[in-house]
């Protein structure tokens, strides 16, 4: 699976943004797909996860309520709607697949995309 981010940029607090990952392969559609974050200076950080039919999605506390995730599996497409943006959002995205699982322990990912720069202005 090979996945590419992109819909990075940059917007001022309690704006939106919506993220797009484009899947190659059809093995996509048996995975389980996270978006993760790193903010400058810190870890990477689990931010939502979605299971591999669209059917049960997961959110970390930071972001339950502003965030939705979803997908389309007939386009191999993931998302990322962010709502009422904050400072604090500001980080490189990645979407990560993993066989079988969408939670939050970054091992459990085998397959990441390039990361997208999101940048929240106060």
């Known amino acids: 699976v090979q996945l590419q981010a992109s819909g990075g940029g940059l917007v001022q607090a309690g704006g939106s943004l919506r993220l797009s990952c484009a899947a190659s392969g059809r093995a996509f559609r048996s995975h389980g797909m996270g978006w993760f974050r790193q903010p400058p200076g810190e870890e990477r950080e689990y931010v939502a996860g979605?299971?591999?039919?669209?059917?049960?999605?997961y959110y970390a506390d930071s972001v339950k309520g502003r965030f939705t995730m979803s997908r389309d599996n007939a386009k191999n497409m993931v998302y990322l709607q962010m709502d009422s943006l904050g400072p604090e959002d500001t980080a490189v995205y990645y979407c990560?697949?993993?066989?079988?699982?969408?939670?939050?322990?970054?091992?459990?990912?085998?397959?990441w995309g390039q990361g997208t720069q999101v940048t929240v202005s106060s």
């Open positions: 990560a697949a993993a066989p079988n699982y969408s939670g939050y322990d970054v091992r459990n990912y085998v397959y």
């Open positions: 979605i299971n591999w039919s669209g059917t049960i999605t």
